[in-house]
């Protein structure tokens, strides 16, 4: 079976981040599956198009331990030149903003 990756949509107006501030974004803090993620071999961050606004290596995850919500960071090694970066992406239909995925198909 291939590896999961994560892929977050950030539902956010603003269009003039770089990479740096998608990826911050886009990595936290999430409801979701703390062992789910850590098996997971990439984040992707989307805009609300679909777009890839950033990806990166997942390292791990960290829990929020201050305010007890159960949600989670994921903590990254940035990838600034990877190939899906600016291009729009099939993302299953769901409205939860965090999905796991086996196959990246792009559409532009």
Sequence with gaps: MASEIVITRVNDAQTDW???????????W???SAARIVDCTKLIVLDSENRVMAVA???GVEKDLDEGSGRVSILVRPLKDDELI???IRRYESRN????????????
Excluded: C, H, N, S
């Design 97 to 108: 903003p965090v999905v796991y995925m086996t196959e990246i198909e792009v559409l532009d």
């Design 30 to 32: 999430w409801k979701a």
């Design 57 to 59: 290596r997942i390292a």
């Design 18 to 28: 770089g990479f740096d501030e998608w990826l911050e974004r886009g990595r936290q």
């Design 86 to 88: 600016g291009k729009v």
